[in-house]
């Protein structure tokens, strides 16, 4: 992992992998048959976690880590760190009560032990992938590589593939037990078989409930909210001192000119009001529209506001 940390500081772009550094057929058959082991795994390992370059990702854990990497990184260590403590609780202590009491359990109404064997054996195959997700994390994150890149190659992988895949049927393993817990009587040959059961479920619940805690925590943020222009009166003043014209139709520009408050056309010889951003209405209507806001009911400016009337008319 410290050879991966360092080529991601290296060489960011090319990240798709771990780094392994590739050996010559010649110097790989000089090596012991352990190595040889050792050196094959890694390499077939790598190609399993962490997708060839070019391949694209649609998961939605990279448009998080795209939008937000420094907390989307605080997120991921989190909770891969929970999960992963979270599957090894779980599988050594279904491996260690069903190892003791496996014929006992088989007495009870509802197989209950079986739903604590294939719980334990899913979270066993969901162990690597987070442990790889955290631990790549970190390396690049302290390193000071490219996070997206580290993202995007370990959600398009097979691995994480087959891990979304074991985590629906997961879960709807979890709905099956809780349906045969809640329906399940007491067994006196192997009465922890319930308790275990139902702090297995507990702790699973936790586990989604700190997710969604930490996600909330750490990822989302409050937009602040626009303030609203507050709706403020003109003064009597202010409204008297507007200038009043009469509409002559024989010197308008627009035969059909109408109210915007009222929706009426203009009528030959009525008065009318005129605000600075050069917009015009009946003065009855206007006035009582100013009683109440101050600002234009076109264009929203307020009647106080310094404008250049011909600047406002082009």
Not at 222 to 249: C, F, H
Not at 291 to 306: F, G, M, N, Q, Y
């Amino acid at each position: 992992m410290s050879q991966y940390a360092a080529a991601v500081h290296r060489e960011p772009q090319h990240l798709t992998r771990p780094h392994v550094r590739h050996a010559s057929s010649h110097s790989t058959q000089k090596m012991s048959i352990p190595w040889r082991l050792w050196y094959g795994v890694v390499h077939t390992a790598g190609r399993f976690f962490f997708a060839a370059g070019g391949e694209q990702s649609d998961d939605h854990l990279v448009e998080v880590v795209r939008r937000e990497p420094a907390a989307a990184t605080q997120f991921i260590q989190s909770i891969a760190l929970f999960s992963s403590l979270g599957n090894v609780v779980v599988v050594i202590a279904s491996a260690t009560f069903l190892s003791m009491y496996w014929s006992r359990c088989g007495s009870c109404d509802r197989p209950l032990r079986w739903w604590l064997l294939l719980q334990g054996i899913l979270q066993l195959s969901q162990l690597p992938v987070r442990v790889v997700l955290l631990l790549s994390v970190r390396a690049v994150d302290r390193a000071g590589g490219n996070i997206e890149a580290c993202i995007a190659s370990l959600t398009a992988s097979p691995a994480w593939k087959i891990s979304k895949t074991v985590a629906m049927l997961q879960y709807g393993w979890f709905v099956l037990g809780l349906v045969w817990w809640m329906h399940s009587e007491s067994c006196p040959s192997c009465p922890g078989i319930g308790k275990l059961t139902a702090a297995i479920m507990a702790l699973s619940a936790a586990r989604a409930g700190a997710a969604l805690a930490a996600f909330r925590l750490v990822l989302t943020r409050q937009e602040p909210e626009a303030e609203e222009p507050k709706v403020m009166a003109a003064t009597p003043s202010q409204i008297s001192a507007l200038p009043v014209e009469r509409y002559v139709l024989a010197l308008s520009e627009d035969a059909e000119a109408t109210c915007s408050i009222c929706l009426t056309e203009y009528d030959d010889g009525d008065l009318l009001k005129r605000l600075p951003c050069g917009h015009d209405f009946h003065h009855r209507c206007i006035d009582k529209w100013l009683r109440r806001s101050k600002r234009c009911p076109l264009c929203v400016h307020a009647i106080d506001e310094t404008r250049n009337l011909q600047h406002k008319l082009q």
